[in-house]
């Protein structure tokens, strides 16, 4: 073997196929179907799981109001909306081991950020409260245009764990 081929055979390039980046989707059927199965399909993941190198990373999809049925549920009641889809991206969370507590970071995307933010924090604020947070996750508030005219609300979610620390239960098919 030539210096270069031993080079190449032991460089950081052998080094990375040694610890592959391990990813599947994530889904929590019980709360809220899967984009595919929508009457209109949307294809992307509820949510995708990485581990690399001992550490879990869940990045979770805009999440909305949305049921096990792939129905808006709550349509015009931002209130009610805003705690389903809490509900929602908790059991996307616990479908893979993790809680509110690993949550780093959120993106939340209102219809109509200056009519229902006031509300969506006192929401916000209540829900992080009751589960704990202490810190609490980075977050950022976003206007959009929802994927649904009737959806007033949509949050995504990225949390991160030692991925020693929590068992992910396998996917439930």
Known sequence: M????????????????????????????????????????????????????GVTILLISGTASVDEHGRTVHPGDF?????????NITGLLESEGATWKDVVRTTCYLRDIERDYEVFNEIRT???REQGLN??????GVQAILCRSDLLVEIEAIAIFESDSKAARPAEK
Do not use: C, M
Not at 7 to 27: D, F, M, V, Y
Not at 79 to 87: E, H, K, S
Not at 135 to 140: N, V
């Open 2 to 53: 030539s210096e270069s081929e031993r080079s190449r055979a032991t460089g950081p390039t052998a080094e990375r196929k040694s610890a592959p980046l391990l990813k599947k989707a994530i889904s929590a059927p019980q709360v809220l179907n899967e984009a595919y199965n929508y009457q209109h399909p949307s294809f992307f993941s509820r949510g995708i799981r990485l581990d690399i190198k």
């Open 135 to 140: 810190p609490l996750p980075a977050s950022t």
């Open 126 to 128: 209540e829900f992080f």
């Open 79 to 87: 209130r009610a909306q805003t705690w389903r889809t809490y509900r």
